[in-house]
């Protein structure tokens, strides 16, 4: 296994004109196996196996049609199961795109080893951007708000980034059963210049013939998960074994309660209230995020197989811990009109 | 041990079906999906309290819950109080998973409507049992059949509203059957149901003692769409070539149809080229076999020349090769389409393929099916036209073959797509291939 052509690359967006990181490709043209006898104790179930094989042909059909992909690693689940599926579909090549991680600096400390981690394991080639002026104007999801903090930090950071390295298609793992305004997102959600999304101007699409061309500064949104649920993820993830942030299983955690929510005190920076007082809960998430805005649920699940069972029987979605979604009922269209995902 | 139990549980599997819903404005289409997705539970409880208030602010249904707002997305349509694209839903029950595309019932969204039923393996036509067969119920069931659904469930709603009348029921599907004859269905499974209400929808309704068929969801459940592309003949486009060095080529691709061994012997469609396959590469290891659907990445024995766009088929089964075919097209761009104009097609993995619509045989009316003289196509428009292309493409005829017998139509300078193709049969054989080995 080659490991040493993994390599993290920081980016800060300076402002100065011209300024370019220079981004190495790591070897990806390197074999990551040799002739390997099947190493598969099982065969996933039909519903999962029609899944994966869908992703993998939107995940190749990208990397045919565009100059320049890159897919947009967020630590949580979705992604991890994105990653996996996205290393089976150009096997044995190695992946033929960087990881991009927006980094709002807000992410539990857990989130940020395991993606470290998760590069290393996997020899891919990991960039962090972080909104260098976001960073120095002090925006933080505390003081400044959800809103704001997530316009400045996700949304601006997340343009910045594509701009920087010109990608022109970007892996989101979003699903259309997370939200009702994604049920209509495209596979393929084209971005006019400027990263602009307009329900109207989405081309239609038909059987698997996607249409990829693009003209000067429009970008596409590739959403190579869409039609997976909550569900199928996690049985994925049981089924291939897949590693994920310990945050989502249950363990005795620090938290304290806020707007209604559960939070956990992941840091100093949360700045407890006179009243709050921070307790050891049995907690988990369902979501992950920036940690002042990620609320956990009280859950017994410590394993896979718990949290599976627990799904079968869940009685809240998935969003309801997610505090960015709570601001009103069609913010999360606001956010992508606005170009967040 | 429960966990173990819970392996089992995911591991005994389900298969997934696709269906798309159709129906005029307000024959019950979103309370219908509401409904389905509320009693199979994947309504949550927060969402649940979202919509007892978003109910109360936009319903349509007094003081009961409006199921209809758990799917209306948008908040442009949701003001406008219409349904403007495709939206895709899921639900799942122990026995399938269900993938559901929710189509508008607007006169002017064929586009749409053909979007959902281009995957879709099953379709439910709503009919308003007030109302009987209009004729927006004729547009919908031919789209379908056009765009290869071969089978229907023909759901008489509001059956709340006629008194759970039998006699009104049977008369509605009495008029649908004797419509529907020439459309090709395989099944049209008729269910008087009340979306609103619940009958017949996931439980038996004993207000409709005289029906004896199965409810909604239990039809959904049991009905064998027997994977017909498993059936047909094998197919495979090449999507992209793995070559991460000198010693490994593959060939990346899903399984179009049929099922490909290791040791079997292909052709490529164009060249006619053949040669045997050698390995079937997975990073779980080679697998002996693939079925339609997988994707998977292939070695071949000879050093032959493939690319991106190929078609692979069995020496003795091969698709069409040619320059010019006879096609369907539904056009979906406010631009006309214009005959002789130059447009890119995409067939397949082929793309970026130049091509024309040499002539517009007819235009079909798509509420009677009657065929019109036609110079042009406008948005929204079907049409049976002859196209033809710079170089020879492989395919089959749709009928026979909706993955490789359909092809999308773009315009060259917006790059927007334009329309959607369904091929019938070739015109003439290409003349530069070599059909012999
Ligand atoms: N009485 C009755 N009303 C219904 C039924 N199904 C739908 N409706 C009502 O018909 C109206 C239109 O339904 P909607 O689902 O929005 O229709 P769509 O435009 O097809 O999505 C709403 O006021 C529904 O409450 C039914 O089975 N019985």
């Known amino acids: 296994m080659q490991q040493s052509g993994c390599r993290v690359v920081r980016s800060c967006l300076l402002l100065r004109q011209g300024y370019r990181p220079k981004r190495k490709r790591c070897a990806k043209w390197h074999l990551t196996n040799n002739n390997s006898v099947s190493k598969k104790n ?22 045919a049609g565009f100059k320049n992909p890159v897919m947009l690693y967020s630590i949580g689940k979705d992604s991890s199961v994105m990653l996996h599926v996205a290393i089976k579909a150009f096997y044995p090549a190695k992946l033929p795109f960087p990881l991009l991680h927006v980094d709002t600096t807000w992410k539990f400390r857990e989130m940020i080893t395991f993606r470290d981690e998760t590069a290393k394991r996997l020899g891919v080639e990991l960039i962090v951007h972080v909104n260098k002026e976001g960073l120095e104007r002090g925006i933080n999801p505390i003081d400044s708000g959800s809103a704001l903090h997530t316009r400045v930090m996700k949304t601006d950071a997340l343009k910045q980034a594509l701009d920087l390295y010109q990608f022109d298609a970007a892996f989101g793992g ?18 006019s210049a400027g990263h602009v999304w307009d329900p109207r101007n989405q081309r239609p699409e038909l059987w698997n013939l996607f249409n990829t061309q693009l003209l000067q500064g429009e970008t596409m949104r590739v959403f190579a998960m869409s039609n997976w649920t909550e569900l199928d993820i996690w049985e994925y993830i049981m089924l291939e074994k897949i590693p994920v942030v310990p945050l989502y299983f249950a363990k005795q955690r620090p938290v304290v309660r806020r707007s209604g929510a559960t939070i956990m005190v992941d840091d100093k920076r949360l700045r407890l209230q006179s009243n709050e007082m921070p307790e050891m809960r049995m907690i988990r998430f369902r979501t992950l995020g920036c940690y002042p805005l990620s609320g956990a649920i009280d859950s017994d699940a410590t394993t896979i197989e718990d949290i599976v069972a627990e799904m079968h029987t869940a009685t809240v979605s998935e969003r309801q811990g997610r505090l960015i979604d709570t601001d009103e009922a069609a913010s999360m269209e606001k956010k992508k009109w606005e170009g967040y995902f | 041990m429960p966990s173990k139990a819970t392996i089992d549980r995911v591991q005994a599997g389900k298969d997934q079906l696709q269906f798309i819903t159709c129906g005029s404005v307000d024959d019950g289409k979103s309370t219908l999906i509401g409904r389905l997705l509320h009693d199979s539970k994947v309504i949550y409880e927060d ?52 993938m559901v595309a929710d189509t508008p019932g607007h006169e002017q969204y064929t586009r749409n409507m053909a979007t959902g039923a281009s995957n879709a393996q099953l379709a439910i036509i709503l009919i308003d049992a007030r109302k009987g067969v209009l004729v927006q119920t004729k547009r919908h069931s031919f789209i379908c059949s056009l765009l290869g659904i071969r089978h229907v469930v023909l759901a008489v709603n509001k059956i709340d509203l006629v008194k759970y009348n039998k006699e009104r029921f049977d008369r509605i599907v009495g008029d649908y059957m004797a419509f529907a004859a020439g459309l090709g269905f395989t099944s049209v499974v008729p269910i008087p149901i009340s979306a609103r209400y619940g009958d017949n929808v996931i439980n038996q309704s004993d207000k409709t003692k005289w029906y ?22 094998f197919r495979f486009p090449v999507q992209w070539v793995n070559r991460p060095n000198l010693d490994f080529r593959g060939y990346a691709g899903s399984v179009a149809s049929g099922s490909i061994s290791a040791g079997d012997e292909i052709v490529v469609a ?23 659907g997988d994707a998977v990445t292939i070695t071949l024995e000879d050093e032959i020349d493939i690319g991106r766009g190929d078609l692979l088929a069995r020496p003795n089964e091969r698709p069409e090769v040619t320059d010019q075919f006879a096609a369907h097209l539904i056009w979906m761009d406010n631009d006309p389409l214009v005959a002789g104009r130059n447009y890119i097609l995409r067939i397949g993995t082929r793309t970026g393929v130049a091509g024309s619509i040499t002539a517009i045989k007819h235009r079909i009316d798509v509420n009677t099916r009657e065929h019109l003289a036609a110079r042009k196509l406008s948005l929204n428009e079907i ?22 017998g359909s092809f999308i139509v773009i315009d060259r300078f917006t790059n927007r797509t334009v329309g959607a193709g369904m091929i019938a049969f070739p015109l003439r054989r290409a003349t530069n291939t070599a059909t012999a080995f």
């Open chain 2, 47 to 98: 969402q649940l309290a979202a919509l007892a208030r978003d109910s109360a602010k936009h319903g349509t249904t007094g003081n009961d819950v409006d199921f209809a707002l758990l799917v209306d997305g948008l908040e442009a349509e949701r003001e406008q109080g219409i349904t403007i694209d495709v939206a895709y839903r899921f639900f799942t029950t122990l026995r399938r998973s269900f």
């Open chain 2, 270 to 292: 164009a060249s006619g080229r053949t040669t045997r396959v050698k390995r079937i590469v997975a990073q779980d290891g080679n697998l002996p076999r693939a079925d339609a």
């Open chain 1, 42 to 63: 099982h065969m996933l179930p039909k519903h999962l196996r029609r899944l994966e094989a869908e992703s993998i042909e939107i995940m190749r059909e990208v990397v």
């Open chain 2, 383 to 404: 049409g049976f036209c002859n196209v033809a292309t710079a170089l020879p493409v492989a395919f089959d005829p749709y009928e026979v073959n909706r993955k490789t």
């Open chain 2, 212 to 233: 004896q068929g199965p409810c909604l969801l239990d039809y959904l459940e049991s009905i064998d769409i027997q994977s017909d592309v498993a059936r047909q003949v």
């Open chain 1, 174 to 191: 979003a699903r259309r059963d997370e939200e009702k305004s994604r049920a209509k997102e495209r596979i393929f959600s084209f971005r």
